[in-house]
């Protein structure tokens, strides 16, 4: 299919004339309050002849083939390739952000591929990807060309992932995730100070974000928290947090401890330790969370899903290579038949570690 006439400026909905001429965005809980051709903070929504647009739709930083434990996702799908691909821009400012040269682009040089929603989802499938992701950078700024990219995806009988901070306002997260099967949600810290001043945002969108998903959704999800030396890796706010979780969202949503790298703004703190990481997991687990890993690091027995009734190894994991599979085809634990929380095929993937970039234009014929 030829995309090279699809316009990478699309209008939105979610936003409101202000009086004093300015248009809000609703989007995120930022609200940002635009004059005439301004951009917002993500950079990829702006206010054009009175209506807030999206600038970037089928416009990507890059797609690649990872493999779905990745993302990470530990108890959907495993083992199996998922077509990742971002944009540009963010809503967050986070001064760790690992992903910052596009998160934090204000160029449009860095979206150098297009493709049509119908592009992508075919080509996933004709590449053998059970998924397609939305990563990188959040798609909370670009939902609708994530929504119209999911909706092709469903026809071809993929499945969808947002990897996202969470960070949205009631409306357009209700929209958003009706066409979404998993995602990851960053729980990046459990204090408000965090969140404001090294995240720029706030926490309680977040946790509402969460909660809306266990309550009021069927979509997969599990957590990611990045341990941040003296920042948000005390005993303290992991426990805080542990039991938070257990309290709103119960013991099955799969929980990711993962270390810290130096990078963007934070290039003077250290890595995190592994035994911050092993220390978190024994928190979270001690509070009742049955299924916590660590990230970021070699740690078989912190990356492997274990049976929380007999503690049978129920997938091995070496990294992002599946190494064994004590799962039966309905999801149970092959040694006590407990049921493992997650969406499972009846047998252990086969993709690996695998990372294959992919150029969509290359398929536009």
């Not at 309050?33 to 993500?42: D, H, I, M, P």
């Not at 929603?117 to 990807?129: D, E, F, M, S, W």
């Not at 969140?195 to 946790?207: D, E, F, N, R, S």
């Not at 095929?345 to 695998?354: E, H, I, R, T």
Request: net charge neutral; proline share 5%.
């Amino acid at each position: 299919m030829n995309t090279t006439n699809i316009s990478s400026v699309v209008p939105t909905k979610y936003w409101q004339l202000l009086a004093d001429g300015r248009v809000q965005c609703d989007v995120c809980p930022r609200a940002c309050k635009l004059k005439a051709e301004q951009q917002g903070l993500c950079f990829v929504r702006a206010n054009q002849d009175n209506q807030i647009v999206l600038t970037t739709y089928g416009r990507s930083s890059g797609y690649c083939i990872d493999p779905i434990e990745k993302k990470p996702l530990n108890h959907f799908l495993p083992g199996t390739a998922i077509l990742s691909f971002g944009t540009a821009g963010c809503n967050l400012a986070c001064k760790f952000c690992q992903n910052w040269d596009i998160s934090k682009s204000k160029e449009v040089d860095i979206l150098a591929d297009y493709a049509s929603p119908i592009t992508i989802a075919q080509v996933a499938k004709q590449l053998g990807c059970s998924s397609v992701a939305f990563t990188y950078n959040d798609p909370v700024i670009f939902m609708e060309y994530a929504i119209d990219v999911a909706q092709a995806c469903h026809v071809e009988g993929l499945k969808t992932v947002a990897v996202t901070a969470g960070y949205m306002n009631d409306a357009p997260r209700r929209e958003f995730y009706q066409y979404i099967d998993a995602a990851n949600v960053d729980l990046k810290a459990f204090t408000e100070s965090f969140y404001y001043k090294i995240a720029g945002g706030h926490l309680q969108p977040v946790l509402d974000t969460l909660c809306y998903l266990k309550h009021e959704t069927k979509v997969w999800f599990e957590m990611t928290n990045l341990l941040i030396p003296d920042e948000n890796d005390s005993p303290q706010e992991i426990e805080a947090m542990s039991r938070w979780i257990v309290d709103n969202l119960g013991v099955d949503v799969p929980l990711h401890f993962t270390a810290f790298h130096p990078s963007w703004k934070m290039l003077n703190k250290p890595h995190t330790p592994s035994s911050t990481l092993n220390m978190a997991r024994d928190i979270a687990k001690a509070a009742g969370i049955r299924y916590v890993y660590t990230g970021n690091v070699h740690d078989h027995i912190g990356g492997s899903t274990y049976c929380h009734q007999c503690g049978a190894e129920l997938i091995g994991r070496d990294w992002f290579v599946l190494s064994s599979w004590g799962l039966n085809a309905d999801g149970r634990c092959a040694a006590c038949g407990t049921p493992c929380a997650g969406v499972f095929l009846d047998k252990m993937g086969k993709w690996g570690a695998k990372r294959v970039p992919v150029r969509l234009h290359e398929f536009n014929k």
